[in-house]
């Protein structure tokens, strides 16, 4: 398992290599120029290149790159081209918020997911597994924003039980009810968005378990159907769901950015919108960086999680 994660790591090197090459040269290559928001209509010519150069926009751009990946390799990310803030500092305050978000979708995708999978694959065919399948699709299907967009509409608006934004309550004690009520809006949006993914997944699993002879054998030896489904079944159904997590993860993470904007969670979502609208390059790259390497830390634990809840899989 030590080679098979050394190994992993060394194979990712090259892939965030290239995955932060490709990044750089679109967004340098995009319209627009963090200048734009920052130059005086009156400063003169002298005065405009004083302040590209001060940003680091003056020189080549595989010069640029080196520079940046130069500062990366010794632990610097460098500072924002509009706040000055470090970058590393402006991604640290926005990490925990969205992983917070982030895990309590999946939660919620999951609560939702299992027993619809499970009882959809169970009683196939029927009003049940209808009414899931819709359900799903409808969940896959609607996007993020409006969903998120009707949820603050009924919610906060009309029925005034649920704040439609932020993430604590500006004068209040911003404990963890309060907390929690802002959590709930984002949170079940990208839940349900999730979970119409897990429940077709959940059923497909399912349903190629229930057909294995061994299910079959357990039956015939006079087991209650409901420990056939949960114990024989579900476990090894749960397999392969467990390995389209990781790539869930990296769906969460994206869906974060919308679903940020929309309820002013102040994640790492919210700081990709409002780093593009400011053309903040050197940010940009930083939160590219940072979700290159989310993906490939979630796939990895997603591996040896396989492992150890599959024995069988050895990784040499």
Same mark, same amino acid.
């Given at each position: 398992?030590?080679?098979?994660?050394?190994?992993?790591?060394?194979?990712?090197?090259?892939?965030?290599?290239?995955?932060?090459?490709?990044s750089?040269?679109?967004?340098?290559?995009?319209?627009?120029?963090?200048?734009?928001?920052?130059i005086d209509p009156n400063l003169t010519a002298a005065d405009i290149a004083a302040r590209?150069?001060?940003?680091?926009?003056?020189?080549?751009?595989?010069?640029?790159?080196?520079a940046w990946l130069g500062n990366v390799l010794h632990g610097n990310l460098g500072y924002s081209m509009t706040s000055f803030q470090p970058v590393s500092e402006l991604i640290g305050q926005r990490i925990l918020p969205t992983f917070v978000l982030m895990g309590a979708a999946l939660i919620i995708g999951f609560v939702i997911a299992i027993p619809l999978g499970v009882l959809s694959a169970t009683k196939q065919y029927s009003k049940l597994d209808y009414i899931s399948?819709? =359900?799903? %699709?409808?969940?896959? !299907? @609607?996007?993020?924003?409006?969903?998120?967009?009707?949820?603050?509409?009924?919610f906060s608006l009309k029925l005034k039980l649920l704040p439609s934004g932020g993430m604590i309550t500006l004068g209040q004690d911003n404990g963890f009810v309060d907390r929690?009520?802002?959590?709930?809006?984002?949170?079940?949006?990208?839940?349900v968005n999730e979970a119409g993914t897990l429940v077709r997944y959940v059923r497909s699993s399912m349903l190629e378990i229930l057909d294995q002879d061994y299910l079959r054998t357990a039956r015939s030896k006079g087991l209650k159907e409901s420990i056939v489904i949960n114990k024989h079944a579900f476990k090894n159904a749960m397999l392969p769901i467990?390995?389209?997590?990781?790539?869930?993860?990296?769906?969460?993470?994206?869906?974060?950015?919308?679903?940020?904007?929309?309820?002013?969670?102040?994640?790492? =979502?919210? %700081?990709?919108?409002? !780093? @593009?609208?400011?053309?903040?390059?050197?940010t940009l790259m930083g939160l590219i960086l940072f979700g290159s390497v989310?993906?490939?830390?979630?796939?990895?634990?997603?591996?040896?999680?396989?492992?150890?809840?599959?024995?069988?899989?050895?990784?040499?």
């Amino acid at each position: 398992m030590g080679n098979y994660i050394l190994r992993r790591i060394l194979i990712s090197i090259p892939v965030l290599l290239g995955v932060t090459i490709i990044s750089f040269v679109i967004i340098n290559m995009a319209p627009g120029s963090p200048l734009d928001k920052l130059i005086d209509p009156n400063l003169t010519a002298a005065d405009i290149a004083a302040r590209k150069a001060a940003l680091g926009l003056d020189g080549p751009l595989y010069a640029r790159y080196l520079a940046w990946l130069g500062n990366v390799l010794h632990g610097n990310l460098g500072y924002s081209m509009t706040s000055f803030q470090p970058v590393s500092e402006l991604i640290g305050q926005r990490i925990l918020p969205t992983f917070v978000l982030m895990g309590a979708a999946l939660i919620i995708g999951f609560v939702i997911a299992i027993p619809l999978g499970v009882l959809s694959a169970t009683k196939q065919y029927s009003k049940l597994d209808y009414i899931s399948t819709t =359900g799903s %699709l409808i969940g896959i !299907s @609607v996007p993020t924003f409006f969903l998120g967009l009707v949820f603050i509409y009924i919610f906060s608006l009309k029925l005034k039980l649920l704040p439609s934004g932020g993430m604590i309550t500006l004068g209040q004690d911003n404990g963890f009810v309060d907390r929690l009520r802002h959590l709930i809006l984002p949170a079940v949006v990208l839940g349900v968005n999730e979970a119409g993914t897990l429940v077709r997944y959940v059923r497909s699993s399912m349903l190629e378990i229930l057909d294995q002879d061994y299910l079959r054998t357990a039956r015939s030896k006079g087991l209650k159907e409901s420990i056939v489904i949960n114990k024989h079944a579900f476990k090894n159904a749960m397999l392969p769901i467990i390995t389209i997590t990781g790539l869930e993860i990296v769906t969460l993470l994206g869906g974060s950015v919308v679903t940020e904007q929309i309820f002013q969670w102040p994640g790492i =979502g919210q %700081l990709t919108i409002s !780093s @593009v609208m400011s053309r903040d390059y050197t940010t940009l790259m930083g939160l590219i960086l940072f979700g290159s390497v989310v993906c490939i830390v979630a796939n990895l634990l997603i591996d040896i999680i396989y492992s150890i809840v599959d024995p069988r899989i050895r990784y040499n």
